[in-house]
């Protein structure tokens, strides 16, 4: 019989308002550590369900789009919602794989809390680490399961270490496992010095998910002793309510160091580390009594700022306040298409009528349906208030990062921002009657994903689908095979090449002068163009701060109007480099001087200038391309170890790191990104199928000259572009 257990002194969860017994986190891990397991069990200890669902079955409740099911991996996230000891949680289950991280951004733009999931064998993986810097930005407060204890070589210490070295939070480690790999079957809570042991699994189950309290083991007081004095020292130190009572005879009180370890949580300060084996159920509600106990509630965190007519706005968690609420995902299904909201204050009800606001434009929409989302099943609700996660039907014009708000109480809240894409394939149709609905087919899936970006190649007519990865773009078109029913052609991917300034120019000069009837265009410019140091190495390729422009221009001879209109020409010439018609990077313009006339002179015509100017100085500069670089890590078998070093070095690989890992080699290496294209079925037939590898963006690196300089995908039935051969 299952007993739910709540393990911490309720009187820290503070459930005194609706409000306070929110939970609103996301499940973050790297592939394989078993996030959708965690969250399968979640809903099973709840009795959301009463079915454990299993990934490798394809029956689990979030991973329920019939390619996540094929695939094995989370792709899209999803919302369910649950219930715990008298706390409504809303959980979104992220994808792992770094070709949809776009997905766990804009899930962690809305997001109160999170549970970052490590392997106990693997410890912190690539993008372990990736998910977690997204957080930190973010200001997302976590705490850690270190899941598959029951597996062989798992060990707590090697995992809990490895999050202290690569991730560098104070770990508070507040269990310690009672048996170990097969014969894990418990933990000892280091707060309340008690033992939790859940009954051995029946045969031919994952596990029963009985659970018994009792004293710690006689074996383990020891060693739960010491670990409870680390405990207690390591939050002394950063917790100065704790510190006093720490250096009192009796030391910290189970109550005192529960409410230091919420405060510490809370203010990310330090990450408590509880462990389990979500697979075999073992662990799962003290996790859930943690995330009561420590994550915030919406009344927790700060209120959300939003922009009105350029001043800030603060909308408090209120139910009372003015409605505004965030949309982070969109999604079409047959029987409509539903919009994901994020609730920061206010009531909305079905039927009403919201202002829908982007950087752009308002529109007025009205609320046809208001769902409580359990992934691709949804109750209807009459009202969702602030702090809620929901999806809606009726908006026809709001995507991903729109602002939805009272229509008398206008507010623009801040937009999840969208990495570039950095890999591209041509498609289309098989036949031509098929290409209106390609057209069509491509729109919803960039509305749906706006890290998916669709255009048209000026020269070739092309239609060009650019994404953040080979497995991206692989799942968008069998996407659009299997919704629409289209047969559609792809082209062999390309990557995103960029350009850069190796030797800038100074004092060169452009006359701008045009007159053919009425009035007339004049403007006078005089810029130096240089390289903008240690801007290539971002991860984002610099395509947010690669471009910076100066003006020294003294006694007015440009007027600061037209200074403004010759750095908005300078940003329209970054489009196209003069090596290969890449964008360009990574550069700072300096107006140094000019000069207008009286009557001739305008905005156009200085933002023209700009244009001319730069592409005419970046001719004169000594250029570069800059291609995407990642970081790989592969796991392989030590026999197969020189074959894919090999393979790595073939592939213009620089290894940076390796190591043994129960009885595997784990390489790190540095690789052009146009060299990993086919790489997972090199590496399976190298490793006899035992190899896998992961991949992390890590910026962009100058490319070998003999790398094509056309930034055009090939054709659909495989052939390359010719290089545009600029000088």
Request: aromatic share 4%; glycine share 10%; net charge negative.
């Amino acid at each position: 019989m299952r007993t739910e257990l709540h393990l911490h002194d309720r009187r820290f969860s503070h459930p005194a308002a609706p409000l306070d017994t929110v939970r609103n986190l996301g499940i973050l891990a790297h592939v394989d550590a078993g996030k959708t397991t965690v969250t399968e069990r979640i809903l099973y200890v709840t009795g959301t369900t009463h079915k454990r669902g299993e990934v490798h079955d394809g029956t689990t409740v979030t991973d329920f789009d019939p390619q996540e099911r094929d695939r094995g991996i989370t792709i899209f996230a999803a919302a369910v919602s649950c219930d715990w000891d008298g706390h409504r949680v809303n959980l979104i289950d992220t994808p792992g794989h770094v070709d949809f991280s776009d997905e766990v951004v804009r899930s962690l733009r809305v997001l109160d809390g999170a549970v970052a999931v490590f392997d106990a064998v693997a410890g912190v993986e690539p993008q372990s680490e990736s998910v977690w810097r997204q957080a930190d930005r973010f200001g997302v407060p976590r705490i850690a399961f270190v899941n598959k204890l029951d597996r062989a070589g798992a060990d707590l210490d090697s995992a809990v270490a490895s999050i202290r070295e690569r991730l560098h939070p104070a770990p508070l480690v507040v269990q310690l496992p009672i048996g170990s790999e097969d014969g894990f079957r418990g933990v000892v809570d280091l707060v309340r010095m008690r033992a939790l042991v859940w009954a051995e699994e029946a045969e031919g189950a994952a596990g029963t998910g009985g659970v018994e309290e009792g004293p710690v083991p006689e074996g383990l007081s020891e060693e739960a002793g010491r670990r409870r004095r680390l405990l207690e020292e390591a939050v002394a130190e950063l917790h100065p309510g704790a510190l006093e009572e720490f250096c009192t005879p009796a030391g910290l009180s189970a109550r005192t160091l529960a409410g230091a370890l919420r405060d510490l949580t809370r203010t990310g300060d330090g990450v408590v580390v509880l462990c389990g084996s979500a697979y075999r159920n073992r662990g799962i509600e003290p996790l859930l009594d943690a995330v009561v106990a420590y994550l915030p509630s919406p009344s927790d965190v700060p209120a959300v700022r939003g922009t009105l007519d350029g001043g800030e706005q603060v909308r408090a968690a209120d139910p009372d306040a003015p409605f505004a609420a965030l949309a982070f995902k969109v999604h079409s299904t047959a029987t409509g298409r539903l919009t994901y909201l994020r609730l920061y204050s206010g009531t909305i009800r079905k039927g009403e009528v919201v202002a829908v606001r982007d950087a752009n434009a308002t529109r007025t929409e009205r609320i046809g349906r208001i769902l409580r989302v359990q992934a691709d099943r949804h109750a209807q609700l009459d009202r969702a208030v602030a702090g809620d996660i929901v999806a809606v039907v009726g908006l026809k014009s709001a995507r991903a990062g729109s602002t939805l708000c009272a229509p008398g109480a206008p507010l623009l809240l801040e937009a999840p921002v969208t990495a570039e894409p950095v890999v591209s394939v041509a498609v289309e149709a098989r036949t031509s009657t098929d290409t209106d609905r390609l057209v069509a087919a491509l729109a919803r899936l960039v509305e749906e994903d706006p890290s998916l970006v669709v255009r048209t190649d000026d020269e070739t007519g092309q239609t060009v689908l650019s994404g953040m990865g080979e497995l991206h773009l692989e799942v968008a078109v069998e996407k659009i095979r299997r919704a629409q029913g289209l047969d559609v052609r792809v082209g062999r991917p390309r990557v995103a090449y960029r350009e850069t300034v190796v030797r800038g120019v100074a004092g060169l000069v452009h006359r701008h002068v045009k007159q053919d009837g009425g009035a007339g265009q004049f403007a006078h410019v005089v810029l130096d163009v240089e390289p903008l140091e240690g801007d290539a190495d971002r991860e984002d390729g610099g395509s947010a701060t690669g471009f910076e422009f100066r003006s020294t221009v003294v006694g007015g001879r440009v007027p600061q109007e037209y200074v403004r209109a010759v750095e908005a020409g300078c940003r329209d010439a970054l489009g196209e480099g003069p090596l290969g018609g890449h964008p360009v990077t990574g550069l700072r313009v300096v107006l140094r001087d000019g000069a207008t006339h009286t009557k001739d002179s305008s905005e156009m015509a200085f933002r023209t200038a700009g244009r001319l100017a730069l592409r005419e100085a970046l001719r004169a500069c000594a250029m570069a391309v800059l291609e995407p670089v990642v970081e790989v890590t592969v796991t392989a078998p030590d026999e197969a170890v020189g074959g894919v070093l090999g393979d790595l070095a073939a592939r213009r690989g620089r290894v940076t790191g390796s190591a043994a890992r129960a009885g595997a080699a784990v390489v790190t290496a540095t690789v052009p990104l146009a060299e990993l294209f086919g790489y997972a079925t090199r590496l399976r037939s190298r490793t006899q199928g035992r190899g896998v590898f992961t991949t992390r963006p890590t910026g962009y690196a100058p490319a070998p000259t003999s790398v094509p300089g056309d930034r055009r995908p090939g054709s659909p039935d495989g052939s390359r572009s010719g290089a545009r051969g600029r000088a």
